[in-house]
């Protein structure tokens, strides 16, 4: 629906995804080492901040209560995709057996309701049987997909310390400069909040959609990786894409720190903010600008908004499947977008340097073997322009757009659109552009 990928389908089709070559053992203990790096580095910041660490975090999800039950199913159901049948089914039941005996235990001790354990707990075991016990093929195939779904769960982790060091690290945030530029679309989240206001059925489904990506994530990429246990791994699948957001998309947090409409001028501002106006009066264009100061615990997560670039790789990976999967991505980039400024997390500018980051991130893993054409550099090249054009255009020149909507509201709105047209014709046009 919207969008096919001619040219996944045809290399489908034709069986050109191929068998994964082997990794050199340099590289798996590479992996292995620069991930306990990450998370014990993490975990030292935690404590020096006083906050969540991954190394506990993870600790709980063993044998604790976990911070997210999604996270860590999600990550699991990924991990199955690389095993037999058999080994899937036996898996599958010992995580739901152990899940449900945390459940009983918890409730015994009146602690809250969650599930998560049991998954953290058999994909573990699962990595230790495929790493001493299985051989050739199904080993690699099993470690591999045990790989990502790890990944998954670990950068999730790493994520939420991250997230604290924002707060902890920038107490002035730019949310003035980002809400007087944003009356060049139209101040959005205000709009998108009186919507939901009046629809509460709605702002629920969007709600329940924004918190449960991972869910649907995880729905594309099985059904890209359904292959692999045949030795069939496709050429790039979602998984690739969505770490690599993770990766690069927070490290803006820190340069550019926002907290959000609901937070900066609305109720959740908790005394910090400087109007609690959203989502019914737009507040007046002040005669200067300034950073604000906020709280040292609330993340400093908006701008860019990788919620919308998450949501766009879905929605992008989704038009390779059946009908039923691209339309279930349409549903989840339009319930998503809605939520982010709907529920007062984002202004509408986080949403297009968002799907900037995501068609330049996204341009520059696709289809390894076309290599770098100049197609591809044109598109990525225009992806950065694109991204950094707008960040700079917010912290620069925000009372200009604002005196401007019309034509500031364009040029954004035009420029992205030429990036869009971009990339579709160079990923996803009847024929590729040639050098």
Same mark, same amino acid.
């Given at each position: +629906?919207?969008?096919?990928?001619?040219?996944?389908?045809?290399?489908?089709?034709?069986?050109?995804?191929?068998?994964a070559?082997?990794?050199?053992?340099?590289?798996?203990?590479?992996?292995?080492?620069?991930?306990?790096?990450?998370?014990?580095a993490?975990?030292? +910041?935690?404590?020096?901040?006083?906050?969540?660490g991954?190394?506990?975090?993870?600790?709980?999800?063993?044998?604790?209560?976990?911070k997210?039950?999604?996270?860590?199913?999600?990550?699991?159901?990924?991990?199955?995709?690389?095993?037999?049948?058999?080994?899937?089914?036996?898996?599958?039941?010992?995580?739901? $057996?152990?899940?449900?005996?945390?459940?009983?235990?918890?409730?015994?001790?009146?602690?809250?309701?969650?599930?998560?354990?049991?998954?953290?707990?058999?994909?573990?075991?699962?990595?230790?049987?495929?790493?001493?016990?299985?051989?050739?093929?199904?080993?690699?195939?099993?470690?591999?997909?045990?790989?990502?779904?790890?990944?998954?769960?670990?950068?999730?982790?790493?994520?939420?310390?991250?997230?604290?060091?924002?707060?902890?690290?920038?107490?002035?945030?730019?949310?003035?400069?980002?809400?007087?530029?944003?009356?060049?679309?139209?101040?959005?989240?205000?709009?998108?909040?009186?919507?939901?206001?009046?629809?509460?059925?709605?702002?629920?489904?969007?709600?329940?959609?924004?918190?449960?990506?991972?869910?649907?994530?995880?729905?594309?990429?099985?059904?890209?990786?359904?292959?692999?246990?045949?030795?069939?791994?496709?050429?790039?699948?979602?998984?690739?894409?969505?770490?690599t957001?993770?990766?690069?998309?927070?490290?803006f947090?820190?340069?550019?720190?926002?907290?959000?409409?609901?937070?900066?001028?609305?109720?959740?501002?908790?005394? +910090?903010?400087?109007?609690?106006?959203?989502?019914?009066?737009?507040?007046?264009?002040?005669?200067?600008?300034?950073?604000?100061?906020?709280?040292?615990?609330?993340?400093?997560?908006?701008?860019?908004?990788?919620?919308?670039?998450?949501?766009?790789?879905?929605?992008?990976?989704?038009?390779?499947?059946?009908?039923?999967?691209?339309?279930?991505?349409?549903?989840?980039?339009?319930?998503?977008? $809605?939520?982010?400024?709907?529920?007062?997390?984002?202004?509408?500018?986080?949403?297009?340097?968002?799907?900037?980051?995501?068609?330049?991130?996204?341009?520059?893993?696709r289809?390894?073997?076309?290599?770098?054409?100049?197609?591809r550099?044109?598109?990525?090249?225009?992806?950065v322009?694109?991204?950094?054009?707008?960040?700079?255009?917010?912290?620069?020149?925000?009372?200009? +757009?604002?005196?401007?909507?019309?034509?500031?509201?364009?040029?954004?709105?035009?420029?992205?659109?030429?990036?869009?047209?971009?990339?579709?014709?160079?990923?996803?046009?009847?024929?590729r552009?040639?050098?």
């Amino acid at each position: +629906m919207l969008i096919l990928d001619p040219h996944e389908r045809s290399t489908s089709s034709t069986g050109v995804a191929r068998r994964a070559g082997h990794f050199r053992p340099i590289t798996i203990w590479g992996g292995i080492a620069a991930a306990v790096l990450v998370l014990v580095a993490g975990q030292a +910041m935690a404590v020096h901040i006083g906050a969540l660490g991954p190394l506990t975090s993870l600790g709980r999800d063993y044998a604790g209560i976990p911070k997210s039950a999604s996270t860590s199913w999600a990550g699991f159901l990924l991990a199955l995709v690389g095993v037999t049948n058999r080994v899937r089914v036996t898996a599958l039941a010992s995580a739901v $057996t152990l899940d449900l005996v945390f459940v009983a235990i918890r409730a015994f001790e009146g602690a809250k309701f969650t599930v998560g354990n049991g998954p953290t707990i058999v994909l573990t075991v699962l990595a230790i049987l495929a790493a001493v016990r299985w051989r050739g093929d199904q080993r690699e195939t099993a470690l591999r997909t045990i790989a990502l779904g790890a990944l998954l769960i670990l950068a999730t982790k790493v994520g939420e310390i991250w997230l604290d060091i924002t707060a902890w690290s920038r107490p002035m945030v730019l949310d003035p400069y980002v809400q007087v530029a944003d009356r060049a679309l139209g101040n959005p989240s205000w709009l998108a909040g009186q919507m939901l206001e009046a629809a509460p059925w709605f702002e629920s489904l969007v709600r329940w959609v924004y918190f449960e990506l991972p869910v649907a994530a995880i729905v594309v990429a099985v059904w890209q990786l359904r292959g692999v246990t045949a030795g069939r791994w496709p050429r790039h699948h979602l998984v690739r894409t969505f770490l690599t957001i993770g990766l690069i998309g927070p490290l803006f947090y820190v340069l550019f720190p926002v907290v959000g409409p609901i937070l900066a001028y609305g109720p959740w501002g908790k005394g +910090m903010e400087l109007a609690d106006v959203w989502p019914t009066l737009v507040p007046p264009v002040p005669a200067a600008l300034g950073a604000m100061p906020f709280d040292g615990i609330t993340p400093r997560n908006c701008m860019p908004s990788l919620h919308t670039a998450w949501a766009l790789a879905l929605f992008i990976h989704s038009r390779r499947g059946p009908a039923w999967l691209r339309w279930g991505g349409v549903f989840w980039l339009v319930c998503t977008l $809605t939520a982010t400024l709907g529920l007062g997390a984002h202004y509408g500018v986080d949403l297009v340097v968002g799907a900037a980051l995501c068609l330049t991130i996204e341009s520059v893993l696709r289809d390894p073997e076309r290599g770098w054409d100049r197609a591809r550099v044109r598109v990525v090249a225009l992806g950065v322009a694109t991204f950094a054009a707008v960040l700079l255009s917010v912290r620069y020149l925000p009372l200009t +757009m604002a005196a401007h909507p019309l034509p500031s509201g364009c040029a954004i709105l035009g420029l992205f659109a030429v990036l869009a047209v971009a990339f579709y014709r160079t990923w996803f046009g009847p024929t590729r552009i040639t050098p």
